[in-house]
């Protein structure tokens, strides 16, 4: 029955093959033709920038396993700062010809396909032109290798460069194998280089030459790669990114810091390290072996200047020197003779070891001080009673120390790791087990042994911001970049002051940005404040105990953004059931084109648990986010550590995150999928105003006169909003 009902459909409509940065579509295709006949296998994107042009090379491989000889035509839509004269498309090394059509004809081309394919998500690209070409023949049981190149302008907007590479023209399918490489190149020094949609990798070749990858299975076409970069001009560079869709209702606004590439190390600051490290029986075997190493990696990464202290720990507490010394030749030799001969064996006396670390210094001077603990177990020597560990720490008034917490496995105290870090403004991080410890501990250390400014603190000029996240900003690193989020009230220029401690200096960099009047295009920007916003909340409530403000002002944010969290958790129930609905009316071939696309990324979000448990969209995931707090004696297991673990991905994220399949964040608002509509959130009535049969001329017609509208009707029929004071509905007549 089922390929019955796709053999109807592919008669009656055009079929489209979805690929990643284009469109093939079969204009027509032979019977018992079906969709999932076709794979798409590979997208390989190579970019090359240089000052402000970009020259873009897709590669895009799909196969045709099915039996069938094929006819197509491939649409691209080009960028608006794209220079149609470079264009060119390769079909298996042979240039092939194509036209480029302008706007007006695009248009007409683009709405012939959204009626015919019943398929919204081109009319995001309505405006733009299009390249149209030729393929044939796409041969049966073979791949077919697609080489487009273009170049195009980089914008340039208050002070940073803005390049997209347009994922979503597949009409936000999945891709199979995605790669992508970016070299930017500069005759001046590169600065703050920040993709706010997907996790790039960033190698800095040298203060000009930036190579930028990032690869992907099953990618979801949802989004576009968006990628910003600047020049730099300070010491510690910073932009400002504002969200302000609406001038009645204030701004978002995101601020990103990053110390140049050329800055010195820190300006030869001597800083202070103590080690703690737990060799309690527990530690036997690759644990120790693991911690040996990465203890080995931090001592011979000392400077000569440094001075540094090892405590080891079980149930009683024995140091290296016994106080804190130069980490000179000799000394260095004899600590990884003390560091070789560390062994497990006893219990874990947690309290007296940070104690004893705490009393090495009496006072704040002019040295960055900073903890490294690690541990595997629970206090189960001394002091066991979390909550006294807590205030023995706090009792010693040394919060000019910094603790970076290693829980090992899943036998640790959550709350009593992130609560010690936090009230140090350093650090807790989580090693799963089977996960190497001495990468973690590397990767931290490397970090902190380059600080670029201390006690860091930021004056935002005449400019009224509330809500900003982080409240204590974090010490600023070498190669490490800052972001701070919040509300602004009133929109202007302003003279932002980033202050701190270079050593003993008082250092004070100035930035004049601009808070916009009105900005629509920075969409990432409100959905990471209130990311930020809900994990800083949580942490409230986690450490101090609940009250009804505080669960209040969560539940408002979690519905108004889709965000999961313990007073919102029945959003994970609703989704369940409305994507068990979309994939019966797939089943029952009545699914529409943008309902189907529900339903895709529902499997790539599958895949991607398979790979990483803790991935967005998850059963861990939301199991995490919808797991009320425990109390402090209770907070350790498996569920603990990864409920820490997804929570601070959360709190430290500067990516643009949607956890829910049925919710999308568009241009400031927010709709949810109820019953088969997409209905906006907040509307205080549901009989609408206006009705438009969804492509209707009357609905062209429309669309036409509000184009701003392109990306909201892209999610397709059967939709409720508000426009301009009225309600309408996109009502589906077939």
Not at 260 to 277: E, H, K, P, S, T
Not at 349 to 371: F, G, H, M, V, Y
Not at 588 to 612: C, F, K, N
Request: aromatic share 10%; proline share 4%; with cysteine.
């Amino acid at each position: 029955m089922r390929t019955v009902i796709y053999s109807f459909l592919m008669q009656c409509f055009v079929f489209t093959l979805l690929i990643a940065q284009g469109r093939l579509i079969i204009p027509q295709p032979p019977e018992r033709f079906e969709q999932k006949q076709i794979d798409l296998s590979k997208l390989t994107a190579t970019v090359q920038i240089k000052e402000s042009i970009a020259s873009v090379t897709l590669e895009q491989t799909f196969a045709n396993p099915s039996p069938f000889r094929l006819e197509g035509e491939y649409l691209f839509a080009i960028p608006d700062e794209a220079n149609i004269n470079k264009f060119y498309l390769y079909i298996d090394g042979k240039k092939t010809e194509g036209q480029v059509l302008d706007s007006r004809e695009a248009h007409k081309i683009y709405t012939d396909i959204v009626r015919s394919m019943r398929d919204p998500a081109l009319l995001e690209f309505a405006g733009y032109g299009l390249f149209k070409a030729r393929i044939f023949p796409i041969e049966p049981k073979s791949e077919r290798v697609i080489e487009l190149s273009y170049d195009q302008i980089v914008r340039f907007d208050a002070g940073m460069y803005r390049f997209s590479l347009p994922l979503r023209q597949s009409g936000q399918g999945n891709i199979g194998q995605f790669h992508l490489t970016i070299d930017v190149q500069s005759d001046k020094e590169l600065a703050n280089i920040y993709s706010p949609s997907h996790q790039i990798n960033i190698e800095r070749v040298n203060g000009k030459k930036v190579k930028i990858t990032f690869e992907k299975n099953n990618l979801p076409g949802d989004k576009d790669l968006i990628l910003y970069y600047a020049l730099a001009e300070k010491e510690i560079n910073a932009n400002l990114f504002s969200f302000r869709p609406r001038t009645d209702r204030d701004g978002y606004f995101l601020f990103y810091a990053e110390p140049g590439y050329n800055v010195q190390q820190a300006r030869n600051i001597a800083r202070d390290f103590i080690f703690v490290i737990d060799v309690s029986g527990s530690m036997q075997g690759e644990k120790m072996e693991q911690a040996r190493d990465a203890l080995r990696f931090c001592v011979n990464t000392l400077d000569k200047n440094d001075r540094y202290e090892i405590i080891s720990f079980h149930s009683s507490i024995s140091s290296f020197q016994g106080q804190l010394q130069n980490a000179h030749s000799d000394a260095i030799a004899n600590a990884l003779y003390f560091i070789s001969n560390l062994r497990a064996n006893g219990g874990t006396n947690i309290n007296e070891a940070l104690l004893t670390a705490l009393k090495l210094k009496d006072r704040a001077d002019d040295r960055p001080t900073s903890i490294v603990f690690l541990t595997d177990g629970l206090p189960t020597e001394g002091e066991q009673n979390i909550n006294a560990i807590l205030q023995n720490i706090k009792n010693t008034k040394k919060d000019f120390m910094r603790i970076f917490s290693f829980g090992v496995g899943y036998d640790v105290n959550t709350f009593l790791l992130d609560k010690i870090s936090a009230d140090s403004h350093g650090s807790a991080t989580y090693v799963k087990p089977g996960e190497n410890i001495e990468r973690e501990v590397s990767a931290l250390f490397s970090k902190i042994s380059s600080p670029v400014l201390t006690d860091p603190e930021i004056d935002f000029g005449g400019v009224q911001v509330y809500d900003v996240y982080p409240q204590k900003l974090p010490d600023i690193f070498k190669g490490q970049s800052v972001t701070v989020v919040g509300r602004y009230r009133g929109p202007g220029q302003a003279t932002i002051r980033l202050k701190g401690k270079q050593g003993g200096r008082e250092r004070v960099f100035t930035y004049n940005l601009e808070f916009q009047r009105r900005e629509s295009e920075n969409t990432f920007v409100d959905n990471i404040w209130a990311n930020r916003k809900i994990a800083h909340l949580l942490t409230q409530i986690r450490f101090n105990g609940e009250n009804e403000e505080l669960v209040a002002s969560i539940k408002a944010l979690g519905e108004e953004y889709g965000i999961v969290t313990p007073y919102t958790s029945y959003l994970v129930t609703e989704e369940r059931q409305e994507l068990a609905n979309v994939e019966q009316r797939v089943l029952d071939g009545v699914a529409p084109s943008a309902t189907q696309r529900m339903q895709t990324l529902s499997l790539v979000r599958e895949m991607a648990s398979e790979q990483d448990e803790e991935s967005l969209g998850s059963a861990v995931f939301f199991d995490a986010m919808s797991k009320q707090a425990a109390a402090p004696a209770a907070s350790s297991g498996r569920g603990a550590v990864l409920s820490s673990r997804i929570q601070k991905k959360l709190a430290g994220s500067d990516k643009d995150m949607q956890m829910l399949i049925t919710m999308k964040r568009i241009a400031g608002r927010t709709f949810y999928f109820r019953d088969g509509v997409w209905i906006e959130h907040g509307l205080q009535k549901d009989k609408p105003d206006v009705e438009l049969y969804y492509l209707s001329q009357e609905y062209f017609d429309w669309f036409s006169k509000n184009p701003e509208l392109k990306e909201i009707l892209a999610i397709g029929e059967n939709m409720l909003f508000q426009w301009k004071g009225k309600i309408y509905r996109i009502a589906d007549k077939r």
